[in-house]
């Protein structure tokens, strides 16, 4: 008979680092490659996987995730499958969430229900293809209690990462630290650690004994990277799986392997910058391993007027249904359903969000502008940074931010 599997998808997070685009909703809810939000990426991977009982936890600012997750992610009820928002319910005490490890003891009556034989844990903010059955199967096949997904990187970047260090077989965890200077490289890559993905496998049994410590203990942070993972390291149950070996249908030998955590403006920008290569880094036309997302009934994409510099056209970029692009040119952008841009506008290394509307003769350039943004007839945008810190979003790489239905100078 096959394991009984829950899902859990830790999807709390504040996600501070990417204001102002969670100023009015969760991290996990914001809107990712035109189409899609974030939580729809590890969703899809594991509704792809046949992990089809499936809950999120929720708390901050939750209201567009769950009604994303409501409409969207609706499975069959005849076989007993659902993927279900799950928001802090102070079953414990009236206190929120305190930490990850928190929310999953506050949830144990999910797992109760469900009885499962193993428990995935993943977080919900970052973009990447991952086949979980692969990573299940060799968690149960280790016996370990617990397998934590680790990416290889440079040794030099370990400084960024929780950092899996492991002992002379490869597998077993020895240490897990938050952001070492001193880092160990891997027994067959010197000049590689193990970064952590924030995934994790759980024998049930293992998971709730751990995070019942866990509770007990009032100095603890009660997260899951920072505190029940090192102490099952502790007692010698946690083993690491290379995402590396992870081999998902149609992957090409470009993005195989491919993750990024979102968790600043640049690397949000960056992400979206891996999409729309010839080749990209980051494939998301691969049709044997989709991500699933609300399919709104827009009209398909329209480009407009043919008449000397007035076309209508886009060039290095994806462009989303019911968007209209009316005699502008749009280069190495990322464009939302709904989307406008007037004539003679130019958007040029641009993520527009879902109603972003860009008048004539504007010139956006190197920003991220999330829902119903409009900008003015002639206006710029990403042309004078030290014009935009003054009213604006700017990150350290110099990305314009604006957010949502903020209004913009002409």
């Known amino acids: 008979m096959a394991a009984k599997v829950l899902a859990i998808v830790l999807a709390g997070g504040e996600g501070k680092r990417l204001m102002p685009l969670t100023t009015d909703?969760?991290?996990?809810?914001?809107?990712?490659?035109?189409?899609?939000?974030?939580?729809?990426?590890?969703?899809?991977?594991?509704?792809?996987?046949?992990?089809?009982?499936?809950?999120?936890?929720?708390?901050?600012?939750?209201h567009s995730l769950d009604r994303h997750i409501t409409k969207t992610w609706r499975m069959s009820t005849l076989l007993g499958n659902y993927v279900t928002p799950v928001p802090a319910q102070q079953r414990r005490g009236p206190w929120w969430f305190a930490g990850s490890a928190d929310a999953i003891y506050q949830s144990f009556n999910l797992i109760y229900d469900e009885q499962p034989d193993y428990v995935i844990v993943f977080g919900a903010d970052h973009i990447y293809r991952m086949d979980p059955r692969q990573m299940v199967e060799d968690h149960i096949a280790s016996g370990a209690g617990v397998t934590v997904a680790g990416i290889r990187q440079p040794l030099s970047t370990a400084d960024q990462f929780g950092v899996i260090e492991v002992g002379e077989d490869g597998r077993r965890i020895r240490a897990f630290r938050e952001k070492p200077t001193d880092a160990v490289g891997l027994p067959d890559a010197p000049d590689q650690i193990y970064a952590s993905m924030g995934n994790y496998v759980f024998t049930t049994r293992a998971l709730i004994e751990?995070?019942?410590?866990?509770?007990?203990?009032?100095?603890?942070?009660?997260?899951?990277?920072?505190?029940?993972?090192?102490?099952?390291?502790?007692?010698?149950?946690?083993n690491v799986y290379d995402f590396r070996d992870n081999e998902v249908p149609g992957s090409t030998d470009r993005d195989l392997g491919y993750w990024r955590d979102v968790g600043t403006l640049d690397s949000f920008y960056d992400a979206h910058m891996?999409?729309?290569?010839?080749?990209?880094?980051?494939?998301?036309?691969?049709?044997?391993?989709?991500?699933?997302?609300?399919?709104?009934?827009?009209?398909?994409?329209?480009?407009?007027?043919?008449?000397?510099?007035?076309?209508?056209?886009?060039?290095?970029?994806?462009?989303?249904p019911g968007a209209v692009i009316s005699g502008s040119l749009v280069e190495n952008s990322i464009v939302s359903p709904k989307v406008k841009v007037h004539s003679w506008a130019h958007v040029d290394g641009a993520v527009l969000m879902e109603g972003v509307e860009i008048g004539r003769h504007a010139v956006v350039r190197r920003a991220i502008l999330d829902k119903n943004v409009y900008v003015p007839e002639g206006a710029e945008i990403g042309v004078d940074l030290e014009r935009d810190r003054q009213r604006y979003t700017v990150s350290d790489n110099g990305i314009v931010v604006i957010g949502k239905g903020q209004k913009v100078e002409p």
């Not at 203990?217 to 102490?231: C, L, Q, R, W, Y």
């Not at 729309?276 to 009934?297: A, G």
């Open 210 to 238: 751990a995070v019942e410590r866990d509770a007990e203990d009032k100095t603890s942070k009660h997260d899951m990277g920072g505190s029940i993972i090192p102490m099952l390291v502790e007692r010698g149950e946690a």
């Open 274 to 320: 891996d999409l729309i290569n010839v080749h990209p880094v980051f494939n998301l036309y691969n049709f044997d391993w989709p991500i699933y997302t609300e399919q709104p009934p827009y009209p398909p994409a329209k480009f407009v007027h043919q008449w000397g510099e007035r076309v209508g056209r886009a060039v290095a970029s994806m462009v989303s």
């Open 25 to 62: 909703r969760a991290k996990p809810a914001v809107p990712f490659g035109g189409m899609y939000r974030m939580v729809d990426f590890v969703l899809s991977n594991l509704a792809n996987a046949g992990y089809l009982k499936i809950v999120v936890l929720t708390q901050y600012k939750s």
